[in-house]
């Protein structure tokens, strides 16, 4: 039979989508799905790390042993550039049990200001 599956999977979002918020919130105002490039690194064991992609709906799912990893939309050892890349998040902590995926929500910052 096939090894027990265990991973990550959740959905993506980004905000602010509006250049101001306002009080009451605007509805059209709120966190949407994106889609990003989520790079995974091992903390626990250690390893290499990896991608998942979110789709244009924010879901995303990866396939992961079990143990510790680091969320983040750069990837692990980046030293940063002269400009921020947006949407960016993280770095996120995951813990990944066996035969179970672990639900983890991002959200992302669309840089708008």
């Known amino acids: 039979p096939p090894p027990p599956r265990s991973g990550i999977r959740g959905t993506v979002y980004v905000s602010p989508v509006c250049p ?24 626990a064991p250690a390893g290499e790390w990896f991608t998942a992609d979110s789709g244009t709906d924010g879901r995303y799912s990866v396939e992961a042993a079990p143990g510790k990893y680091t969320l983040s939309s750069t ?28 639900e983890r929500d991002i959200q992302a910052d669309s840089g708008i200001r």
């Open 20 to 43: 101001v918020e306002k009080n009451p919130p605007d509805p059209n105002c709120k966190p949407k799905p994106t889609s990003l490039t989520i790079y995974v690194e091992p903390i």
């Open 75 to 102: 990837p692990p050892g980046y030293l940063g550039g002269p400009m921020q890349r947006y949407p960016s998040f993280g770095p996120l902590e995951v813990v990944v049990r066996s035969n179970a995926f672990t």
